[in-house]
């Protein structure tokens, strides 16, 4: 009379889904840029339009409406003044800017 014990491991596998050979070409979209410029001053240009602070949400906004694929770039000197370049931020994100993207000016 023979007794057999056997335990069973249960195996868990992941169900891969191969990617297809021949993906499907990427649509690229144009961005347009609205490049918001702050000196070492302080000064602001909107689209080489120069412009005071208070009316920099207005022109984003204007542009966003005129623009495909829109996309803020606010681009301030070095020594530009850290309050003036949050408002910029504060004031394209307030205009409904999708991408607000910073960059320092090569000057």
Not at 11 to 16: C, K, P, Q
Not at 32 to 48: F, P, Q, T
């Amino acid at each position: 009379f023979f007794i057999v014990t056997t335990s069973f491991v249960r195996e868990f596998g992941v169900d891969v889904t191969r990617p297809d050979p021949n993906p499907p070409k990427k649509e690229t979209k144009k961005v347009e840029v609205i490049a918001v410029r702050i000196n070492s001053l302080g000064d602001v240009s909107v689209d080489d339009r120069p412009t005071d602070l208070g009316r920099v949400r207005a022109l984003i906004e204007t542009g966003l409406v005129s623009k495909e694929n829109p996309s803020v770039v606010v681009i301030a000197h070095r020594d530009a003044d850290a309050g003036v370049l949050v408002k910029v931020i504060d004031g394209a994100r307030a205009a409904g800017a999708p991408k607000v993207s910073l960059a320092q000016d090569a000057g």
